[in-house]
Structure formats: C-alpha cells, structure tokens
Nanobody, 123 residues
Framework: VQLQASGGGLVQAGGSLKISCAAS????????MGWFRQAPGKEREFVAA????????FYADSVKGRFTVSRDNAKNTVYLIMNSLKPEDTAVYYC?????????????????WGRGTQVTVSS
C-alpha cells in the first residue's frame, strides 16, 4: 500500500504548479482521495478532496477558485493543479486515501497517507 506524491517545487507568486499522487490500485479505485498541506509550525490542514468517480470535488475556502483536484483511475493517480499561487500556499502537500468512496475534510477519515511533496512560493 503506497501513495507517492510528486511534482512539488519552487514557484513565484502568481505562478502555477501541478502535483501528482500515484497510488497502488488496491487503495485507489474505490476510495475518495484528499490533499492536505502542512506549513512549518502549523497543523496539517485540508486542501481538496475528490470522490472515487471524480464526480464530486470540494475545496478549502483558502484555495477555492485557484486549485483544481482531479483523478485518472486508469493511472491510479490524483492531481492537484494550483494556480495563482501565493506565499501562504507554501507547505508540504500530502495526498491521502479516504476510508470511504467520497472525500472528507477530516484527517481522521483518511487511513492511508503518502509522503509529502514540498511546494514553496516565493514573493
């Protein structure tokens, strides 16, 4: 059981970045998926989630309208496209697989977590 996030990096404010999370099939095709982030000295917070069919998505207010979550079940991969990035988006971004077929804002609703990928937005 593995989740592997990738695609992080350094970007200027106002720029865009696409991060990906590849998952083993057993925990992907029937599970909602979520993205969370954790900045230094802060708690891990919800960013975005998507249902297993991809038909339902929702976002934290802080990223709504700027970030888009999607998934490709044939590739066992979930994506987070981040536009209009701000310095306050700087964090380690984690993907997670939910216990159920839909996503959630609650960390406790996810039982598999990947290693994060660092996103740094310079001002």
């Amino acid at each position: 059981v593995q989740l592997q996030a990738s695609g992080g990096g350094l970007v200027q404010a106002g720029g865009s970045l696409k991060i990906s999370c590849a998952a083993s099939g057993r925990i992907f095709n029937n599970n909602g998926m979520g993205w969370f982030r954790q900045a230094p000295g802060k708690e891990r917070e919800f960013v975005a989630a998507i249902s297993w069919r991809g038909s339902s998505t929702f976002y934290a207010d802080s990223v709504k309208g700027r970030f888009t979550v999607s998934r490709d079940n044939a590739k066992n991969t979930v994506y987070l496209i981040m536009n209009s990035l701000k310095p306050e988006d700087t964090a380690v971004y984690y993907c997670a697989a939910a216990r159920k077929s839909y996503g959630s804002r609650e960390l406790s609703d996810y039982n598999y977590w990947g290693r994060g990928t660092q996103v740094t937005v310079s001002s």
